[in-house]
């Protein structure tokens, strides 16, 4: 209930990877789950790096 | 709902009322303990307390050095069989204590036999504080500010862990940091009002007890005994009907962290588990579509997770793993942000959060939780840890 955040860093950065690896000949099922997949972790940093930004707490 | 005869009350010359029920009495007591400030409201302060001899006192003392002061303290006994009435009633006047006569319902039943005695009465704010947990000095003078609002409901307490029980206790304590920093960043909007210390308007305890009776509000009772999480059902109580739950950055509340793993997954089991039961009834409103909500962005993210270590080991294993430096960027980003978010937690918390691996471990932990009370929810089995029943487990929690 509490938890802000369960992407953490290192499965994040092997983003990467997975998009090479598919980016190799893999099934059309497989790159449309890595690219969702993708695109989830980059909203999921997006919104990381907003609660990075400076606000006024209350 | 509860008769007189239902809650007996010992010491303090209390409870050797003639005309009046001695409850009321404690609540007409405001001279005994007095106000330091202007503050009109009557604050009556209650600690539910199931075998809390040991952390009893600290959780009076916190309440009695207040830059405002509570009118009356009382502590709730409930089925007790250890010192804790005797600790109680060892702060002479100043403390009163009552012992709950056949609850079956936990904190939530204890609570109800003694609210619902307490006479109607626009002034009168209530207290409701764990007996493992300890407030800051000006918790109740910041919960009275904010409840000069007349739109705001309820003002709960923003928790942070005790700073016991090893790493165990530092990761616990950093995922409060982090929760209180949302809070925080949220203009001090509850998502919870937490258990541990609530300050309620008497009124509107009275609002919720009438709507539940009139079947405006799911549930029974001033706090839902049938509820898992009782906290969390009080909190969509107040939302739906209209109003504001608040946490102030200065109500700060000690509260004890979880001392092993068993305790911990019995612990946010029943958190879970209570979360998704409250959304269920209270069905989909404006109030539960944000919960929802979150409970979706957070099995996808658990989804995800899982798919992408999936992903990562298999690209290791067919050799085709390689660093992709935006992907990299985008990994230093999440690690940056846990960083940032938990810098205020104690140096500990901070190692952990600075190492990574705790907090994957403990996002791992959680993730279990998470999958493990759906699949429950979903075949609709009951609670149970090895061979305690989750009303058993909430019990050795939940006060």
């Given at each position: 209930m509490y938890g802000s955040s369960n992407i953490t860093a290192l499965p994040a950065a092997g983003t990467g990877a997975a998009l090479i690896a598919a980016s190799n000949g893999q099934s059309d099922v497989m790159t449309i789950t890595i690219v969702l997949l993708a695109a989830w972790t980059a909203l999921a940093a997006a919104k990381a790096f907003l609660r990075l930004t400076p606000k006024a707490e209350m | 709902m509860f008769h007189d005869d239902m809650t007996s009350t010992k010491g303090n010359g209390i409870g050797q009322s003639g005309n009046h029920h001695p409850l009321s009495l404690l609540q007409k007591?405001?001279?005994?303990?007095?106000?330091?400030?202007?503050?009109a409201q009557r604050v009556l302060a209650f600690i539910p307390a199931h075998n809390e001899q040991e952390l009893l006192p600290d959780a009076i003392r916190s309440i009695l050095t207040q830059t405002v002061s509570a009118t009356s303290i009382c502590v709730i006994s409930d089925n007790s069989t250890d010192r804790t009435m005797e600790i109680a009633n060892s702060w002479g006047s100043r403390v009163h204590s009552v012992e709950t006569v056949g609850n079956r319902h936990m904190k939530a039943g204890a609570l109800n036999q003694v609210l619902s005695h307490l006479e109607d009465d626009d002034e009168t704010v209530v207290l409701v504080m764990d007996a493992d947990s300890r407030i800051t000095p000006s918790f109740i003078e910041s919960a009275l500010n904010a409840l000069a609002s007349p739109k705001v409901g309820a003002v709960g307490g923003i928790f942070v862990g005790d700073g016991q029980n090893g790493l165990l206790g530092a990761v616990q304590g950093l995922e409060y940091v982090r929760y209180a920093r949302e809070i925080g960043r949220s203009r001090a909007k509850a998502r919870v009002l937490t258990g541990t210390a609530t300050v309620t308007r008497l009124g509107v305890l009275r609002e919720i007890a009438a709507a539940r009776t009139a079947g405006r509000l799911p549930g029974h009772g001033i706090y839902n005994y049938?509820?898992?999480t009782e906290d969390f059902c009080l909190t969509l109580a107040i939302k739906s009907l209209g109003y504001l739950c608040v946490s102030p950055k200065e109500c700060l509340v000690v509260t004890e962290t979880m001392a092993d793993i068993p305790s911990l997954w019995r612990q946010r089991v029943r958190w879970q588990r209570g979360a998704i039961q409250a959304l269920h009834s209270y069905g989909v409103s404006r109030i539960t579509i944000p919960y929802a909500l979150r409970q979706i962005e957070t099995g996808v993210g658990i989804l995800a997770v899982t798919v992408l270590w999936t992903l990562t080991i298999w690209s290791l294993l067919v050799g085709q793993f390689a660093f992709h430096p935006a992907w990299l960027c985008i990994g230093a980003i999440f690690q940056l942000e846990r960083i940032v978010s938990g810098w205020r937690a104690d140096m500990k918390g901070r190692v952990i959060a600075a190492t990574m691996l705790g907090d994957m471990a403990y996002d791992l932990f959680i993730g279990f939780v998470y999958v493990w009370v759906w699949i429950q929810s979903l075949f609709r089995t009951r609670m149970v840890w090895g061979n305690i029943t989750i009303d058993a487990a909430r019990q050795k929690e939940s006060h």
């Open positions: - | 007591r405001e001279a005994v303990v007095g106000s330091s400030s202007d503050i049938d509820a898992l």
